[in-house]
Protein backbone atom coordinates (compact mmCIF):
# COMPACT_ATOMS: atom_id res chain seq x y z
CA UNK A 1 0.00 0.00 0.00
CA UNK A 2 1.15 3.34 -1.03
CA UNK A 3 1.72 6.09 1.89
CA UNK A 4 -0.17 9.70 1.28
CA UNK A 5 3.80 10.95 1.15
CA UNK A 6 4.27 8.47 -1.64
CA UNK A 7 1.36 8.92 -3.73
CA UNK A 8 1.80 13.10 -3.43
CA UNK A 9 5.25 12.10 -5.09
CA UNK A 10 3.48 10.11 -7.53
CA UNK A 11 1.01 12.55 -7.94
CA UNK A 12 3.42 15.40 -8.66
CA UNK A 13 5.17 13.48 -10.89
CA UNK A 14 2.68 12.51 -13.14
CA UNK A 15 1.33 15.60 -13.62
CA UNK A 16 4.55 17.27 -14.16
CA UNK A 17 5.19 15.03 -16.86
CA UNK A 18 1.26 15.46 -18.54
CA UNK A 19 3.26 18.98 -19.66
CA UNK A 20 6.83 17.78 -20.30
CA UNK A 21 5.03 15.26 -22.95
CA UNK A 22 2.70 18.00 -24.22
CA UNK A 23 5.39 20.34 -24.70
CA UNK A 24 7.62 16.88 -26.65
CA UNK A 25 4.37 16.52 -28.72
CA UNK A 26 4.16 19.99 -29.53
CA UNK A 27 7.93 20.41 -30.81
CA UNK A 28 8.98 22.95 -27.74
CA UNK A 29 11.64 20.61 -26.79
CA UNK A 30 13.74 17.84 -28.28
CA UNK A 31 13.96 14.16 -26.81
CA UNK A 32 17.06 14.94 -25.25
CA UNK A 33 15.41 17.37 -23.20
CA UNK A 34 12.64 15.40 -22.69
CA UNK A 35 14.64 12.92 -21.36
CA UNK A 36 16.82 15.29 -19.29
CA UNK A 37 13.64 16.27 -17.77
CA UNK A 38 12.38 13.27 -16.34
CA UNK A 39 15.45 12.60 -14.72
CA UNK A 40 15.40 15.91 -12.59
CA UNK A 41 11.96 15.25 -12.21
CA UNK A 42 12.28 11.67 -11.04
CA UNK A 43 15.12 13.29 -8.36
CA UNK A 44 13.32 15.77 -6.99
CA UNK A 45 9.99 13.85 -6.77
CA UNK A 46 11.17 10.55 -6.29
CA UNK A 47 8.03 8.43 -7.17
CA UNK A 48 7.72 4.60 -6.22
CA UNK A 49 5.55 3.40 -8.98
CA UNK A 50 7.44 5.99 -12.04
CA UNK A 51 10.59 4.69 -10.75
CA UNK A 52 9.77 1.19 -11.83
CA UNK A 53 9.00 2.59 -15.23
CA UNK A 54 12.30 4.84 -15.70
CA UNK A 55 14.65 3.88 -18.39
CA UNK A 56 11.83 2.30 -20.38
CA UNK A 57 11.17 3.93 -23.69
CA UNK A 58 7.84 5.87 -22.97
CA UNK A 59 7.70 7.62 -26.01
CA UNK A 60 7.92 6.17 -29.81
Known amino acids: MMTQK ?3 AERRYQTAMIYVKKMLDEGVIS ?5 TIDTKL ?3 YR ?3 STLLSGKPLIK
Open 6 to 8: EFN
Open 31 to 35: RDDYA
Open 42 to 44: LEK
Open 47 to 49: PTM
